[in-house]
C-alpha cells in the first residue's frame, strides 16, 4: 500500500474486562478496525489485523470479524507466548505479501472445562491440541486452529486483493484528530 499502512499486529490476551466493556479486546479490534477504515475507507477493511492470544481467550464474535488471523498458546502452563506470537507475524507477513484475505470461523459449544481441566500434557487437551494439528495438516486452507475452553478458531482463507495493493497508490493513515498527547 506504498508509504501507508500495510498491516497490523497485535499482541493481546483475550479476556480482558473493562469496566465499561466486558470484551476488551474486542473493543480494541472493532476500534483498530474501524479507524482503518475510517482512514482508507473500503480498503480499510482489508488491511490484514493479526493478534494472538492465551488459550484461555474468552473470544468473541467482535473478536472474529474484526481480525484477520488470531492465533493462540498451545502450552498450559504458557511456555510458548513467544511462539503464538510469531505465528501471528508470520501471518501477517504473508497476507501482507500474497493480498490474501482471510475469515475467522469462531465456534463456540456449549461446554465449560474448568481451568485446571486445561493443561495441555493432560486430557482433553491433549487430543485436541492434535485435533487440530490434524485438521491443520489435512486443510492447508485452514491456517491456524485453536482449541482454547474447549472452543475450536478456524481460520479459513480466501483469496482477495488489495485494493491498491500492486500500485502502491495506498493512503496514509493520518493521526485521529484529538488524539495528540494520548
Ligand atoms: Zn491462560
Do not use: W
Not at 89 to 112: C, H, K, W, Y
Not at 117 to 143: F, K, S, V, W, Y
Amino acid at each position: 500500500m506504498g508509504g501507508g499502512l500495510d498491516g497490523v499486529l497485535l499482541i493481546l490476551h483475550g479476556a480482558m474486562v473493562i469496566a465499561s466493556y466486558p470484551d476488551g479486546e474486542g473493543e480494541v479490534l472493532r476500534r483498530v478496525r474501524g479507524h482503518l477504515r475510517e482512514c482508507l475507507g473500503e480498503a480499510g477493511k482489508l488491511v490484514p489485523i493479526a493478534a494472538d492470544l492465551d488459550l484461555h481467550a474468552n473470544t468473541s464474535d467482535a473478536m472474529a470479524a474484526n481480525a484477520s488471523v488470531l492465533t493462540a498458546y498451545r502450552k498450559n502452563p504458557h511456555t510458548d507466548a513467544r511462539e503464538a506470537g510469531s505465528r501471528a507475524a508470520q501471518f501477517l507477513n504473508r497476507l501482507m505479501d500474497s493480498g490474501e484475505a482471510t475469515q475467522i470461523v469462531r465456534v463456540a459449544p456449549p461446554v465449560i472445562c474448568a481451568p485446571r481441566g486445561t493443561g495441555t500434557d493432560t486430557e482433553p487437551m491433549i487430543t485436541l491440541q492434535a485435533a487440530a494439528r490434524r485438521l491443520e495438516a489435512e486443510h492447508p486452507e485452514l491456517l491456524e486452529v485453536c482449541p482454547g475452553r474447549l472452543r475450536l478458531r478456524r481460520h479459513r482463507l480466501r483469496r482477495r486483493q488489495f485494493p491498491g495493493h500492486d500500485d502502491g497508490g495506498g493512503k496514509r493513515c493520518p493521526r485521529p484528530a484529538g488524539s495528540a498527547g494520548r
